[in-house]
């Protein structure tokens, strides 16, 4: 091997290595503060031990300024849970707000095509300011500002739509989803939200306080009581990353592998002739009084 060669092999493997630094050890700092994981950490715990594969690692900001911004702020790719194939997008607030970029979005049209390709689950692990409009070195007359270029991502609607019903949908809000990637989880099938640090409004409250002039916080706007107690948009409220994830895995429990595939069968400890007496209590003899109909659930169905 030549010396060219080797020295443009280090120059990869560099360049490598710097995108799986996040937004630098400042931000990934300030990240771990606010008691959130970065968007590697999360795959980590999600996806089985080496097998995760990760595409679009070297994409960057699309604009015409140069910008620190690697994997332009999305880590896209494949992994097993379980040992069942999902595909997965993780979006890094230490890298420009986790925002969504044109080089972005193309990775996650790539990845929505592949899910649907393979019929295989999909998730979404959101931590993001939305859509990249301005700013971030793109400035002026930049690319990266053009309506145009965003509007690109107009196809997320179509293809969520067309994938539903035909792979599970997971969007797990980890962190905030304004804008652009507030819509993800409304047309997602399953939605878990972390108290305390993530929320999903089409605007901050910036934008609301300069719109209307109503000071509100961000929780009170669209926090994880919000969306899970009022509006339905979310479906589980948890305390942390880590128990979030857990949950994700525990759901695609439930999935096969594809959906032209049986699901997973689990054997139960209930024999199968079980009585159980509590239902005479659970529902009232009046037809009139109301009854919690999760208990009765909880009471029939297997373990």
Known sequence: MGDLM???????EKARAEAQEHG?????ARQHER???T???RIRLLVDEGSFFEFGLLGRHHGDKPVQSPADGVVTGYGEVDGRRVAIASYDFTVMGGSMGRVGEEKMARLREMALKWRIPVIWLIDSAGARIGGGGGGAGSHETSPSMFAGAGFLFREQAVMSGVVPQVCAMVGPG??????????ADFVPMVSGTSSMALAGPYL???AVGEEISEQDLGGAKIHTKVSGVADLE???DEACIEKIRE???FFPSHNQEAPPIKKGNDAPGRREEKLAELIPDNPRRAFDMKKVIKAIVDD
């Open 6 to 12: 080797k020295e443009r092999i280090a120059k990869l």
């Open 24 to 28: 630098g050890a400042d931000k990934v």
């Open 35 to 37: 008691g959130k994981l």
């Open 39 to 41: 968007a590697r950490e």
């Open 178 to 187: 304004a804008a652009g990637t507030a819509y993800i989880p409304g047309l």
């Open 208 to 210: 609301v306080k300069a």
């Open 238 to 240: 948890v305390e942390s």
């Open 251 to 253: 759901y695609l429990s």
